[in-house]
């Protein structure tokens, strides 16, 4: 009785651990691969629920050999860890595929598969680093890429770069498309005004570009602003100078009149005086009658003047 029951014991304790191992941990999720600059990566998220003591492992497979090869940095990845797959995927013009899936000292889940991959079709192409200097009217830029070594395979498939040119005054902008160069000029502008330029690169291959930020300079050095408000200074003390002296000259010109035209109107007044009462003036040498020329002279002028 005691040997069946050790028997019935022992069957179902190893039935038991048996079935222990063929329980499936849950599948990674959201499985991923991001490029950027010919730097790849993939991310995943753990299935729910996934114990605290799971690890991750990753496996690449190339497209020509068809054959699924460990990825020794990925080996025992935990929670929250991406795989660099960089040194992976080595030829830029392949395809790839990545497979993930979670593990314990007892258990498995399943393999979690990837998109397909291609490094030089999928890869983001990041923001150039950007300097401008002044060259009086124009601008020199000078662009440079991170000197990674995925992006020495994509230099050679740069085409053309993008300009997009923003006068910081009153912010009119235009753009220029202009074959690939380190470095470029810009023609034709203000002199010692800033301007701010922000750059994109075009592929014949990648699509996915990032662009740079705004990179700002003056054309020339501005003008100093103490020199413009002391000309500006002088232009107002000129101009009240000028008005001040145009007053004076018409304010002149109105005493004069005024005291040229009294004497006169007293002098004619004295003699019509005198020819009212048939007299002639001390100061004038010869007679003056009352009918005479001279004093129909003197009351018209008189009417004139009053």
């Not at 496996?59 to 935990?78: S, Y």
Request: proline share 7%.
């Amino acid at each position: 009785m005691r040997l069946w029951r050790l028997l019935l014991q022992s069957h179902l304790g190893n039935a038991f651990w048996i079935e222990l191992l063929c329980v499936s941990l849950p599948a990674p999720s959201n499985v991923s691969i991001s490029s950027f600059n010919m730097e790849h990566t993939l991310s995943f998220l753990p299935g729910l629920p996934t114990p605290p003591d799971t690890h991750f492992t990753v496996q690449t497979l190339h497209f020509r050999k068809n054959t699924w090869r460990p990825v020794a940095a990925c080996l025992e990845l935990t929670a929250g860890q991406t795989c660099n797959l960089t040194r992976a995927f080595k030829d830029p013009l392949n395809q790839y595929w990545a497979r993930i899936r979670a593990f314990t000292p007892t258990q498995t889940s399943n393999w979690t598969v990837s998109e397909r991959f291609r490094p030089l079709f999928d890869t983001v192409l990041g923001p150039p680093d950007v300097s401008a200097s002044g060259c009086g009217n124009c601008l020199l830029l000078q662009i440079r890429f991170p000197s990674t070594t995925g992006l020495q395979h994509f230099k050679r498939f740069y085409r053309r770069v993008v300009l997009y040119v923003r006068r910081s005054r009153d912010d009119a902008q235009f753009s220029l498309s202009l074959p690939y160069k380190e470095e470029n000029i810009i023609s034709y502008l203000e002199t010692g005004v800033e301007y701010c330029v922000t750059v994109s690169v075009m592929s014949h291959i990648s699509p996915n570009r990032i662009s740079s930020k705004p990179c700002c300079a003056f054309t020339s050095p501005p003008r100093a602003r103490s020199s413009l408000h002391l000309v500006l200074s002088l232009l107002g003390v000129f101009c009240a100078l000028g008005f001040l002296l145009v007053g004076l000259v018409v304010h002149g010109g109105q005493l004069s009149f005024k005291l040229l035209r009294t004497p006169r109107r007293r002098t004619l007044s004295y003699i019509l005086l005198q020819c009212r009462h048939r007299g002639s003036a001390p100061i004038v040498s010869h007679e003056v009658s009352e009918g005479s020329a001279d004093c129909q002279q003197a009351a018209s002028a008189t009417t004139e003047l009053l």
